[in-house]
């Protein structure tokens, strides 16, 4: 089946830090892989995507490379600020009618 | 709009209880999807249309779930007599027709946190 699998657990780290998210997947064919974000009190939206293997998504500093051979997608950022404070969720998809699979998220928390 | 709309941001019901949660997707957008999240989990599929067709029901969890979308455009999602495992935040997302690299990109409401007493 399709599915993704993110690191447990909340991300708390100081500003200014490197940030790295794990998500690794499961899929049939070639589904395209993405990084959502969810901001306080806001809705889920696209930070960045990859639809193919080797395609690195970047946006906002963030970057995260299709990795066939390892079946990751893990999300980096060189230097965190405290507006990055989020949840965190990694995505495949499309597959079946069109649904995307997600991971259970992560919460990033940056300290000043 | 803009933006995926849903109302209401917050419901509150007894057990036993039927909630109607609206969904005013991005004007244009042929597919309308639902999903529920539940605290500290991802979202999860519950359903899919495109225009007016529910083409994918697979995800909703009983038939206490329904789902309807009449005109192709504002979508409601019904849970009857609502139990405490419904509690969970339900999200609504809509896409454009696909054109050129159908790349899945999904554009989400706020949701509409549902608790259950």
């Known amino acids: 089946g399709n599915s993704v699998t993110q690191m447990e657990g909340p991300v708390t780290l100081s500003e200014e830090a490197f940030l790295t998210i794990n998500c690794t997947y499961t899929?049939?064919?070639?589904?395209?892989l993405f990084w959502y974000v969810q901001y306080p009190g806001e809705g889920l939206q696209l930070l960045l995507k990859?639809?193919?293997?080797?395609d690195k998504g970047s946006n906002k500093g963030f970057e995260a490379t299709y990795r066939k051979e390892t079946t990751s997608f893990h999300l980096e950022k060189g230097s965190v600020q405290v507006s990055d404070s989020a949840v965190y969720f990694c995505?495949?998809?499309?597959?079946?009618?069109?649904?995307?699979?997600f991971g259970k998220g992560n919460q990033v928390v940056v300290i000043p | 709009g803009a933006g995926v709309s849903q109302s209401p941001r917050y419901k509150v019901a007894k057990r036993g209880q039927d909630v109607a949660l609206r969904c005013d997707p991005i004007?244009?957008?042929?597919?309308l999807f639902w999903y529920q999240q539940a605290l500290g989990q991802g979202p999860e599929f519950l359903t899919y249309?495109?225009?007016?067709?529910?083409?994918?029901k697979s995800g909703l969890p009983s038939d206490r779930f329904f789902a309807e979308r009449p005109e192709g455009s504002v979508s409601t999602l019904k849970i009857q007599r609502t139990q405490q495992e419904d509690s969970a935040v339900y999200l609504c997302?809509?896409?454009?027709?696909?054109?050129?690299?159908?790349?899945?990109?999904?554009?989400f409401g706020e949701g509409s946190r549902l608790t259950v007493l």
């Open positions: 899929a049939t064919g070639y589904p395209s």
């Open positions: 004007s244009g957008h042929v597919s």
């Open positions: 990859a639809t193919k293997a080797d």
């Open positions: 249309f495109q225009n007016e067709a529910q083409l994918d």
């Open positions: 997302a809509s896409r454009g027709a696909s054109g050129g690299t159908n790349t899945g990109e999904l554009f």
């Open positions: 995505a495949l998809g499309p597959y079946g009618n069109n649904r995307l699979a």
